[in-house]
């Protein structure tokens, strides 16, 4: 029912910035009082971690100590959508970037990927030297 689907990776130089998008659909905030959209990223070669959370009821946020003062991430309940504003990036930021639903609070899924209950395709970001 829900699905998602990533957008504005790319390729940027270390220090650049990019805006993610995740489009959300499939749902409404009707269906589910209380929900949490995370992202997530996977290097090549490494498992799968949490980088940031948004709280729908109240816009709560979470991020990974990795990317904190660094990553910023945000709501627009109009466009339906999450983005994850990159900055000051590095190459080991360097994966493919996940967004991903949960019905409830942020709560540890940044911590814990495996909370996650739907999750969309991924867009490659890829941060040269």
């Known amino acids: 029912e829900v699905q998602l689907v990533e957008s504005g990776g790319g390729l940027v130089q270390a220090g650049g910035s990019l805006r993610l998008s995740c489009a959300a659909s499939g749902f409404t905030i009707d269906d589910y009082g209380i929900y949490a959209i995370g992202w997530f990223r996977q290097a090549p070669g490494k498992e799968r971690e949490g980088v940031a959370c948004i709280s729908s009821s109240d816009g709560r946020t979470d991020y990974a100590d990795s990317v904190k003062g660094r990553f910023t991430i945000s709501s627009d309940n109009a466009k339906n959508t999450v983005d994850l504003e990159v900055n000051s990036l590095k190459p080991e930021d360097t994966g493919v970037y996940y967004c991903?639903?949960?019905?409830?609070?942020?709560?540890?899924?940044?911590?814990?990927?495996?909370?996650?209950?739907?999750w969309g395709q991924g867009t490659q970001v890829t941060v040269s030297s």
């Open positions: 991903a639903f949960r019905v409830g609070w942020c709560g540890v899924m940044v911590q814990m990927p495996s909370m996650a209950e739907s």
